[in-house]
């Protein structure tokens, strides 16, 4: 049996100087940068669902955020076992679009206006066409485009949210907020979790994370699919460690109760989800795994 050694790799590239030589000529290809389109689309059942890459970066020291709780050693050792680095990690913002065929629903709004729309005009939308805005909850990665130089960015939409997480934040002196959503509250509906915002969507509280969160029920032609927003917000460190307290979930231990609980509803009903800050596209299942739980990336299931 032969062993393939990087050794021996790389001796074989080396003897290929001919395919170079016949290739020199050409003009040098300009380097791009990583890159991928910024929409995924799939359809569940008679609804097209859209995820949306309204912004992904890097962000330095991810334990002061995800692993408050533990000691860097069992971080570390966490972030070994699944390959990720400990000084760095890449945050993604996917807001999702949903055509039932009669309106177009869009779940939340990034952190502004511009990266939303932008992506939006690669997926084929235009802010006019937006009929529904439905905001999960309203940190400023969600609400931060809501509005866009003291107008609506969505000019013909109305908007749902549940009404715990807006009175919230009515009484929170939150300058996000003010400039953002409390301009729209004569045009948004106030709901509580298991209301139906359109027939096939249905809210779920899923309160912790903020106190009113709420998760998207999607239901067309026998299939399901969450859209959880925030309720677990590293495909990682959330997942295999539901009770590992996280920064922004602003009552600790309800968060990890709720994320417990949704993640063991999504494993035992093999419900797939979308998750606003999962690796993009942000579409994935969830397995039980020993005390926790694990998070397998869709691959072509939404595609048949
Ligand atoms: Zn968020």
Redesign the pocket.
Known sequence: MTRLTRRAALAGAAALPLVAAATQTRAAAPMMGAGSAPYNRFTLGDLEVTTILAGSRAVPDPQTIFGMNVSAEEFKGAADAAHLPIDQAQFFFTPTVVNTGSELVLFDTGLSAANTTAALAAAGYTPDMVDIVVITHM?G??IGGLMHDGAPTYPNARYVTGSAEYNFWGEAGNDTFEAQMRPLAEQTTFIEGGTDVVSGITSMDAFGHTPGHMGYLLDSGGKQLLVGA?FTNHYVWSLAYPDWEVKFDMDKEKAAETRRSVLNMLASEKMPMIG??MPWPGVGYVDTRGDGFHYVPQSYQLML
Do not use: G
């Open positions: 940190h990665d969600h925030d606003y800050h």
